[in-house]
């Protein structure tokens, strides 16, 4: 396995690829630890750290998480790279009841060109009202952070408002925009899917605060509560469980068994060889969950405020049952991933397409007749599938919840052990390993996995869309990125020994 590290740097091209991912990734690092102008993050960033001493926060903690950290900085990328994924999920849903956009999507590259131009401008428009909406919750704190004292924490926008407002909002699309345009980058000329990279590279930056609270765990102070050998043991196993079972279940598929009938053209015969037809078990990855927690968010907070603002108890006692720890919570969580499962598959899984194409190709599974029988068993397959599938997602979902709220753990600790962050760095960082394995085995060189291939691995050459930068764009790339770390590693030395 290491090996098939070192021999990635042999390869010219695929070196080139991977120097220029993490360079663009350092730069999307960068925008994500530069603050606003007009604001002062230390009150924010005080705040975090209290709801995280006392085992709160875990709903702005999963938000955080999303931005990389950049949201308690109030960063320019604060608004990370997720309105971006919102809009691409809208054109992808509108695709499938929207006549004109199903047009444009079966018209090849023109088509798909128009519906990223419609998806970056549907972006833009996104950022602007959520730019909006943070930098309102910015002026006024307790409205939504609840808890933060103005008079305790200090104000957090130091400047005029209207105009920070206006400028704010417009670095923010600008962060954002510049996100959209580095995940583009790394997905035509680097190595893996680049919005999935940017994403996963925010959660990973946070490993080193989970590692230092998980050591306070268990080496707190003379006369503070902290736990001890079991819930450490159990905390490991956990662990390793928990990321055995999303590898298991994200990698896992359904092979069904498909025949060719011969053909005979002139003298030659065609056909007459066995294939398979893969499904998924979690086909929908990680999406029911983020549209659960979206939906279960929104009502809270707007019921919680209307309750507070017309004085009734019921709206507010409502409100505080959707919160996380309650079993409401969980249940309508649960109703959701399942929901969200079905309709995801029922977009974007066509089993009456998949049906016409074999019996153009010849294709037949074998004790299923052609045509509408064949739709009709693979609906059915797949229909069990998905309920596995969203079982797991639940699962995932929930179990940082039990160490959050059973055991007392922090939230940074509960979402590095399990949740949605592992279930998304998993899935992205196996995506990234076949891909590199595929440049390797075209090349000769052997795999990760001596023994066998990583499951579901491509086996086509195109597996970039563009070319690879060129050796002098990388260097050039590297020596800036090079620079700007001296500079940062500087300027830290400096104000930590003036200190």
Request: proline share 5%; aromatic share 12%.
């Amino acid at each position: 396995m290491f090996s098939a590290f070192t021999n990635s740097l042999k390869i010219p091209e695929l070196r080139s690829r991977i120097l220029y991912t993490l360079g663009l990734l350092f730069v999307a690092r960068v925008g994500a630890h530069i603050p606003l102008p007009g604001i002062d993050p230390k009150p924010l960033q005080a705040f975090f750290a209290d709801q995280t001493a006392n085992g709160g926060g875990a709903l702005v903690g999963l938000y955080n998480m999303f931005t990389g950290g950049a949201l308690v900085k109030g960063a320019v990328c604060a608004l990370g790279i997720m309105p971006y994924i919102s809009a691409s999920i809208i054109f992808q849903l509108l695709t499938a009841v929207v006549p004109m956009l199903s047009r444009l999507q079966q018209e090849g590259d023109v088509g798909r060109q128009k519906l990223t131009q419609y998806t970056r401008y549907a972006t833009v428009i996104i950022c602007l009202v959520q730019g909006v909406l943070l930098i309102l919750a910015l002026e006024n704190p307790a409205r939504l952070f609840s808890g933060f004292d103005v008079n305790q924490y200090g104000q957090i926008v130091i400047v005029s408002k209207f105009w920070f407002m206006v400028q704010s909002t417009i670095f923010m699309t600008a962060g954002t925009m510049l996100l959209m345009w580095l995940g583009e980058q790394i997905t035509q000329r680097g190595i893996g899917n680049g919005v999935s990279l940017l994403i996963t590279i925010g959660i990973l930056a946070d490993i080193p605060g989970a590692a230092m609270a998980t050591y306070q765990l268990f080496f707190a102070p003379i006369g503070v509560a902290k736990l001890g050998l079991p819930q450490a043991t159990m905390m490991i196993a956990l662990f390793i469980i928990v990321t055995m079972g999303i590898i298991a279940v994200t990698q896992g598929q359904r092979k069904i068994p498909v025949q060719y009938a011969k053909r005979v053209v002139g003298q030659k015969v065609y056909g007459g060889q066995s294939s398979f037809l893969p499904l998924k078990v979690n086909y929908s990855g990680v999406m029911p969950v983020i549209f659960a927690s979206a939906i279960l968010l929104f009502p809270q907070q707007i019921l919680s405020q209307l309750g507070a603002a017309f004085a009734l108890p019921f709206l507010v006692e409502f409100s505080n049952n959707l919160l996380q720890g309650h079993w409401m919570y969980y249940t309508f969580t649960a109703a959701l991933i399942l929901f969200f499962s079905y309709f995801w598959v029922s977009v974007m899984f066509k089993p009456i397409q998949i049906a016409d194409d074999l019996k153009k190709y010849g294709g037949y599974i074998p004790g299923v007749r052609p045509g509408e029988p064949t739709a009709s068993f693979l609906d059915f397959i797949m229909t069990r599938l998905t309920l596995a599938g969203a079982v797991f997602l639940t699962i995932i979902s929930i179990l940082p919840d039990l160490l959050l709220f059973q055991l007392s753990v922090p939230p940074r600790v509960a979402y590095f052990f399990g949740g949605t962050g592992m279930l998304i760095t998993v899935g992205v960082i196996l995506d990234t390993m076949r891909q590199i394995e595929t440049f390797l085995l075209q090349r000769h060189y052997d795999g990760f996995l001596k023994k066998g291939r990583i499951r579901g691995r491509t086996t086509s050459a195109n597996v970039a869309i563009g070319e690879a930068a060129s050796d002098k764009s990388v260097m050039q790339l590297t020596a800036v990125m090079v620079i700007i770390l001296l500079v940062g590693l500087t300027a830290w030395a400096v104000r930590h020994f003036a200190l």
